[in-house]
C-alpha cells in the first residue's frame, strides 16, 4: 500500500481548492492538492465577466455595500440560500478583491470624466468621479442594484486563476496532477483522506490527512450541453454520496445559463448583456422588455432562460439543424468595446460559429450552466455528518445561491469560501492529530481493487460511454428548465435502468494504465448516482424556487417548501437515495421571504413570515431613529467570522464630498 500523508489534503485545483491550500499553508500546515489536470486548465478558467464585491467606485455603483449584496443574493436564491452565509460572504467579498489585487489580478479600472456606456440599447454618458480614477471598475450583471460585478475583460477566471495559481507555487504548495480520488476513507463518524488511482500509471494510492477538503467543481455534465468543462462530472459529489453518510444539500438546483452558442454550448458571459446587448427572436424583434418591462435582459439567470424558452415554444425561435434558438445582439457596442472588454465572446464566436460579432448577431440557447447543490456542509465548511471533511467552491452546498445563483456570485464564492473556510479548516488541522488507521485504509483500497478488477477482468457487456450517453440524454430531456411530474418519473425509471446496466459494465481495453475506457467505467456508475440525486430531489419537491420550475406546481410555496433537500445514499445497493429535508428557519431570518420582483406574485407565503416583519419592526424601533447599519444588522441576525476578516469595508463614497451626478432618464442611485 503507497501511504502518502499530510495535514491538509485538498481535491480539486480550481480557484476554491487553491484558496483553502492557501490558507492553511499559510498557518505552516502540509499542504497537498490533487488533481485531474494542471492546476492553471481547471474549469476556474472559463469563467469570463466577473466577481461581485460592493466597492462601489464606478457612479453606477455608488452607494452599493455589504447589505445591498446581501439582499441581492437573498432575492436571487428565491430565499432558498443560507443568510448567515450570504452575510459572511457579501462581507468578506470586497477584502477577497483587495488581496486578489494584491497578488496581480489585472482588474479593468476606472478612468475619471465622461464615458459612453450602452443602456437598455441607448447610447448614455456617464461621469466618473477624479477620486475614482485607476480605482477597480464594475459592470452591470443580471438581478443586481449596483453594478458590481469587478472584472478584467471577459477573461476574469483566467487571470484569477493564473494570479492565485502562482502564489500557490510561490508558497510551495504541491500539486499531484493526472490523480483522480474515487473514494474518501471514513469510519461513519470521522473522514480520514482518499483512495486515489494515477490516471498515467494506474496505481492507487492513499492519502492520509487531518482534513480532507472537496473542491472538484459542479456536476454538469451529468447533462448532454453543458458549459461545463469535461472535468466538472460530479465525482466530488459522488465521493460525499458514496459514504452513505455525507449529505448532499438541494442538487435539484441546476442553473441553465441564457446565452450559450448554438450548437457548442460554450458560453458567452452575461457580460455581453451587462455591458448592453439584448435579445431577439426570428423576427429581430427584443422581445425581454414585453415579458419582464424593468430588467429586460438584465433579469436574473432562471427568469431570462425561462421566458427565452417560453418565446421559442411560441414560435418564435430560429429554426436550425440543431434546434430552435435565439439571438444575442452585441453589435450595438461596438467594435472598440467587444475587442476592449468582450475579447473572449470574440475569439469564441470566431472560431466556433465563423462569424464577426462586432457586425453579426450570435445564436443562442438556455444550456446547463451551474450547480447550485453540492456536498452539504456547516457555514465552517463542513460536512455536518462527518468530521474533517470539508468542501469548497460549486463543489459545495454551503448554500449561498439557494435555488438561483446571481451572475459574479460564484467566482466570487471560490475566492471568498476559500479565504473563510480556509482559516476554518487550519483550526481544524490544528486542533486534531493525525490519524493513520492503515486497516481501515487497506479495506478502502481493498474495495477500490476488487471493483477495477472486475471491470478489467469480469465478463460484463455494457459500453460505460453508451450508458453516460443515455444519462446525459435522459437529463437534458426530462430535468431540465422547466419541469414536470410525468417527465420526473419517467427520467427516474430510466435512469435507474441504466444503474441496473451500471453492473454490467464491461471494457473492451483491459489496459490497468492510461486507459480511458477504464476511467470513464469507474465514473459512470458514480454519475448515475449523482443523476439520480438530482431527477429524484426534482420530483419530491412539488413547487417552483428559483431555477427549480415545475409546470404543474407553478408557485413557491414557502409554507411547505422552505427548507433544502438533503440527500444520503445509505445502502450501496439501492437505485434510489434517501431524501430528508432540513427546515429554513424563518424567525431567524433577516431578510423575511417577499417577492423576488418578477412576473405575478404567486407565493404561498410561511405563516411565520408575518410574524418575523412584526419583529424586525420591533427591533428597529427599539434602536431609534435611523440606526447605525452595522448595528441594525447585528440587531437582526448576527453571524461570526474569523476574526482578521471582520474589520468593515472601506470604500470612495465614504470620503466623497460631492457624490457625482447621474445621466438624464437614469433612477436615482
Same mark, same amino acid.
Given at each position: 500500500m503507497?501511504?502518502?500523508?499530510?495535514?491538509?489534503?485538498?481535491?480539486?485545483?480550481?480557484?476554491?481548492?487553491l484558496?483553502?491550500?492557501?490558507?492553511?499553508?499559510?498557518?505552516?500546515?502540509?499542504?497537498?492538492?490533487?488533481?485531474?489536470?494542471?492546476?492553471?486548465?481547471s474549469?476556474?478558467a472559463?469563467?469570463?465577466?466577473?466577481?461581485?464585491?460592493?466597492?462601489?467606485?464606478?457612479?453606477?455603483g455608488?452607494?452599493?455595500?455589504?447589505?445591498?449584496?446581501?439582499?441581492?443574493?437573498?432575492?436571487?436564491?428565491?430565499?432558498?440560500c443560507?443568510?448567515?452565509?450570504?452575510?459572511m460572504?457579501?462581507?468578506?467579498?470586497?477584502?477577497?478583491?483587495?488581496?486578489?489585487?494584491?497578488?496581480?489580478?489585472?482588474?479593468?479600472?476606472?478612468?475619471?470624466g465622461?464615458?459612453?456606456?450602452i443602456?437598455?440599447?441607448?447610447?448614455?454618458?456617464?461621469?466618473?468621479?477624479?477620486e475614482?480614477?485607476?480605482?477597480?471598475?464594475?459592470?452591470?450583471?443580471?438581478g443586481t442594484?449596483?453594478?458590481?460585478?469587478?472584472?478584467?475583460?471577459d477573461?476574469?477566471?483566467h487571470?484569477?486563476?493564473?494570479a492565485?495559481?502562482n502564489?500557490?507555487?510561490?508558497m510551495?504548495?504541491?500539486?499531484?496532477?493526472?490523480?483522480?480520488a474515487?473514494?474518501?476513507?471514513?469510519?461513519?463518524?470521522?473522514?480520514?483522506?482518499?483512495?486515489?488511482?494515477c490516471?498515467?500509471?494506474g496505481?492507487?494510492?492513499?492519502?492520509?490527512?487531518?482534513?480532507?477538503?472537496?473542491?472538484?467543481?459542479g456536476?454538469?455534465?451529468?447533462?448532454?450541453?453543458?458549459?461545463?468543462?469535461t472535468?466538472?462530472?460530479?465525482i466530488?459529489?459522488?465521493?460525499?454520496?458514496d459514504?452513505?453518510?455525507?449529505?448532499?444539500g438541494n442538487?435539484?438546483?441546476?442553473?441553465?445559463h441564457?446565452?450559450?452558442?448554438?450548437?457548442a454550448? &460554450?458560453l458567452t458571459?452575461?457580460?455581453?448583456?451587462?455591458?448592453?446587448?439584448?435579445?431577439?427572436?426570428?423576427?429581430?424583434?427584443r422581445?425581454?422588455?414585453?415579458?419582464?418591462?424593468?430588467?429586460k435582459?438584465?433579469?436574473?439567470?432562471?427568469?431570462v432562460?425561462?421566458?427565452?424558452?417560453?418565446?421559442m415554444?411560441?414560435?418564435?425561435?430560429?429554426?436550425?439543424?440543431?434546434?430552435?434558438?435565439?439571438?444575442?445582439?452585441?453589435?450595438?457596442?461596438?467594435?472598440?468595446?467587444?475587442?476592449?472588454?468582450?475579447r473572449?465572446?470574440?475569439?469564441?464566436?470566431?472560431?466556433?460559429?465563423g462569424?464577426?460579432?462586432?457586425?453579426?448577431?450570435?445564436?443562442?440557447?438556455?444550456?446547463?450552466?451551474?450547480?447550485?447543490?453540492?456536498?452539504?456542509?456547516?457555514?465552517?465548511?463542513e460536512?455536518p455528518?462527518l468530521k474533517?471533511?470539508?468542501?469548497?467552491g460549486?463543489?459545495?452546498?454551503?448554500?449561498?445561491?439557494g435555488f438561483?445563483?446571481?451572475?459574479?456570485n460564484?467566482?466570487?464564492e471560490?475566492?471568498?469560501?476559500?479565504?473563510?473556510?480556509g482559516?476554518?479548516?487550519?483550526?481544524f488541522?490544528?486542533?486534531?492529530?493525525?490519524? &493513520?488507521?492503515?486497516?481501515?485504509?487497506?479495506?478502502?483500497?481493498?474495495?477500490?481493487?476488487?471493483?477495477?478488477?472486475?471491470?478489467?477482468?469480469?465478463?460484463?457487456?455494457?459500453?460505460?460511454?453508451?450508458?453516460k450517453?443515455?444519462?446525459?440524454?435522459?437529463?437534458m430531456n426530462?430535468?431540465?428548465?422547466?419541469?414536470?411530474?410525468?417527465?420526473?418519473?419517467k427520467?427516474?425509471?430510466?435512469?435507474k435502468?441504466?444503474?441496473?446496466?451500471?453492473?454490467?459494465?464491461?471494457?473492451?481495453?483491459?489496459?490497468?494504465?492510461?486507459?480511458?475506457?477504464?476511467?470513464e467505467?469507474?465514473?459512470?456508475?458514480?454519475?448515475?448516482?449523482?443523476?439520480?440525486?438530482?431527477?429524484c430531489g426534482?420530483?419530491?419537491?412539488?413547487e417552483?424556487?428559483?431555477?427549480?420550475?415545475?409546470?404543474?406546481y407553478?408557485?413557491?410555496?414557502?409554507?411547505?417548501?422552505?427548507?433544502?433537500?438533503?440527500?444520503?445514499?445509505?445502502?450501496?445497493?439501492s437505485?434510489?437515495?434517501?431524501?430528508?429535508?432540513?427546515?429554513?428557519?424563518v424567525?431567524?431570518?433577516e431578510?423575511?421571504?417577499?417577492?423576488r420582483?418578477?412576473?405575478?406574485?404567486?407565493?404561498?407565503?410561511?405563516?411565520?413570515?408575518?410574524?418575523?416583519?412584526?419583529?424586525?419592526?420591533?427591533?428597529?424601533?427599539?434602536?431609534?431613529?435611523?440606526?447605525?447599519r452595522?448595528?441594525?444588522?447585528?440587531?437582526?441576525?448576527?453571524?461570526?467570522?474569523?476574526?482578521?476578516?471582520?474589520p468593515?469595508?472601506?470604500r470612495?463614497?465614504?470620503?466623497?464630498?460631492?457624490?457625482?451626478?447621474?445621466?438624464?432618464?437614469?433612477?436615482?442611485?
Amino acid at each position: 500500500m503507497k501511504l502518502i500523508y499530510t495535514d491538509s489534503l485538498v481535491i480539486g485545483a480550481g480557484l476554491a481548492g487553491l484558496r483553502v491550500a492557501i490558507a492553511t499553508k499559510e498557518r505552516g500546515l502540509d499542504t497537498l492538492v490533487l488533481s485531474l489536470i494542471p492546476a492553471k486548465r481547471s474549469h476556474s478558467a472559463a469563467a469570463q465577466g466577473g466577481m461581485q464585491a460592493s466597492l462601489g467606485n464606478t457612479v453606477k455603483g455608488m452607494g452599493d455595500n455589504e447589505d445591498i449584496h446581501f439582499q441581492d443574493t437573498v432575492k436571487g436564491s428565491d430565499w432558498g440560500c443560507d443568510q448567515d452565509v450570504a452575510r459572511m460572504f457579501a462581507h468578506c467579498a470586497p477584502k477577497a478583491i483587495r488581496e486578489l489585487t494584491n497578488w496581480g489580478v489585472p482588474w479593468s479600472r476606472v478612468s475619471a470624466g465622461p464615458r459612453d456606456v450602452i443602456m437598455n440599447a441607448q447610447k448614455v454618458t456617464l461621469h466618473e468621479a477624479e477620486e475614482a480614477h485607476g480605482l477597480i471598475n464594475a459592470r452591470d450583471f443580471g438581478g443586481t442594484k449596483k453594478w458590481r460585478t469587478c472584472y478584467t475583460a471577459d477573461g476574469t477566471g483566467h487571470s484569477l486563476l493564473y494570479a492565485v495559481d502562482n502564489q500557490a507555487i510561490s508558497m510551495g504548495i504541491p500539486v499531484h496532477e493526472r490523480i483522480e480520488a474515487l473514494s474518501l476513507i471514513h469510519d461513519g463518524k470521522r473522514c480520514h483522506g482518499v483512495i486515489a488511482r494515477c490516471l498515467v500509471t494506474g496505481e492507487l494510492r492513499a492519502y492520509v490527512a487531518k482534513s480532507t477538503t472537496i473542491a472538484t467543481g459542479g456536476y454538469g455534465k451529468i447533462y448532454e450541453i453543458s458549459t461545463n468543462a469535461t472535468i466538472c462530472e460530479g465525482i466530488g459529489q459522488a465521493l460525499a454520496l458514496d459514504t452513505g453518510v455525507a449529505t448532499l444539500g438541494n442538487m435539484e438546483a441546476v442553473q441553465f445559463h441564457p446565452t450559450a452558442i448554438v450548437p457548442a454550448g &460554450i458560453l458567452t458571459t452575461e457580460g455581453c448583456r451587462g455591458d448592453g446587448g439584448i435579445l431577439r427572436d426570428k423576427d429581430g424583434h427584443r422581445f425581454m422588455p414585453d415579458y419582464e418591462p424593468e430588467k429586460k435582459e438584465l433579469a436574473s439567470r432562471d427568469v431570462v432562460s425561462r421566458r427565452m424558452t417560453e418565446h421559442m415554444r411560441k414560435g418564435n425561435g430560429v429554426d436550425s439543424p440543431y434546434g430552435p434558438h435565439l439571438w444575442l445582439d452585441i453589435t450595438l457596442l461596438g467594435r472598440e468595446h467587444i475587442e476592449t472588454n468582450l475579447r473572449e465572446v470574440k475569439e469564441i464566436c470566431e472560431y466556433f460559429l465563423g462569424i464577426d460579432p462586432c457586425k453579426e448577431w450570435i445564436p443562442v440557447r438556455p444550456t446547463q450552466h451551474y450547480s447550485m447543490g453540492g456536498v452539504r456542509t456547516n457555514a465552517t465548511g463542513e460536512s455536518p455528518q462527518l468530521k474533517g471533511l470539508f468542501s469548497v467552491g460549486e463543489a459545495a452546498c454551503w448554500d449561498m445561491h439557494g435555488f438561483n445563483r446571481l451572475g459574479g456570485n460564484s467566482v466570487a464564492e471560490t475566492v471568498v469560501g476559500g479565504m473563510i473556510i480556509g482559516k476554518y479548516v487550519a483550526d481544524f488541522c490544528e486542533q486534531n492529530s493525525l490519524e &493513520i488507521d492503515t486497516a481501515l485504509t487497506q479495506k478502502f483500497i481493498d474495495k477500490l481493487q476488487n471493483e477495477i478488477d472486475n471491470l478489467v477482468d469480469g465478463n460484463g457487456k455494457e459500453n460505460p460511454f453508451e450508458l453516460k450517453k443515455e444519462m446525459q440524454r435522459i437529463m437534458m430531456n426530462y430535468v431540465g428548465i422547466f419541469r414536470n411530474g410525468p417527465e420526473l418519473d419517467k427520467a427516474i425509471q430510466e435512469l435507474k435502468a441504466l444503474l441496473l446496466r451500471a453492473k454490467n459494465l464491461g471494457l473492451k481495453c483491459k489496459k490497468r494504465h492510461s486507459n480511458p475506457e477504464l476511467v470513464e467505467a469507474l465514473r459512470v456508475t458514480r454519475m448515475l448516482k449523482v443523476a439520480l440525486t438530482v431527477a429524484c430531489g426534482a420530483a419530491a419537491r412539488t413547487e417552483s424556487r428559483g431555477a427549480h420550475s415545475r409546470e404543474d406546481y407553478p408557485q413557491r410555496n414557502d409554507k411547505d417548501w422552505l427548507n433544502r433537500t438533503l440527500a444520503t445514499w445509505p445502502d450501496a445497493e439501492s437505485l434510489t437515495p434517501v431524501l430528508r429535508y432540513e427546515a429554513l428557519d424563518v424567525m431567524k431570518m433577516e431578510l423575511p421571504p417577499g417577492y423576488r420582483g418578477y412576473g405575478n406574485d404567486n407565493t404561498i407565503a410561511h405563516p411565520d413570515t408575518e410574524k418575523r416583519i412584526i419583529e424586525i419592526n420591533k427591533v428597529i424601533a427599539a434602536l431609534g431613529d435611523d440606526p447605525d447599519r452595522h448595528t441594525l444588522q447585528q440587531a437582526l441576525m448576527p453571524y461570526t467570522l474569523p476574526s482578521h476578516l471582520l474589520p468593515p469595508n472601506e470604500r470612495l463614497s465614504d470620503t466623497l464630498a460631492i457624490t457625482p451626478s447621474q445621466p438624464v432618464g437614469n433612477k436615482p442611485l
